[in-house]
């Protein structure tokens, strides 16, 4: 796919993926989250990936280098550099968080999704085992 075009807003809040990647470029990549109540993305860094987060729906409390806490709602944007360490937490204990993000460089394979965290974090796993690198660092291909 060389663009994408779509209706964003309903893509994300239709979503119930932990990661759904719908569209990846040479420099960046879309992907669509949804976080149970309750549930993090884990603490994570991307060395040399900036990321971009557009809140949909819900409340995210975002922790950035394990001490800056800044929360996010509806219509909220977030960018994280890259060398950040940061964790994004759905806030509520009843409603699931929508979000999508934009990582650039891309940052998962084309395609990517992972239905649940536990799945997510085994693929990661895996993929950084084959690479020879530490859980938690994302690094783009």
Do not use: W
């Amino acid at each position: 796919m060389l663009e994408y075009f779509g209706p964003l807003e309903k893509q994300t809040l239709d979503n119930t993926c932990f990661r759904q990647v719908i569209f990846t470029g040479e420099h960046s990549q879309l992907v669509l989250m949804c976080l149970a109540p309750g549930e993090d993305i884990g603490d994570e860094v991307h060395p040399h990936v900036d990321q971009f987060f557009r809140i949909e729906q819900g409340e995210a409390r975002f922790v950035l280098n394990e001490k800056q806490e800044h929360m996010a709602r509806d219509g909220d944007a977030v960018v994280v550099p890259a060398g950040t360490y940061h964790n994004v937490i759905n806030s509520s204990k009843t409603a699931p968080l929508k979000l999508y993000t934009v990582y650039s460089p891309p940052n998962h394979p084309p395609g990517t999704v992972h239905k649940t965290k536990a799945e997510a974090e085994a693929a990661e796993a895996a993929e950084h085992d084959a690479a020879g690198l530490a859980v938690g660092v994302h690094t783009p291909e």
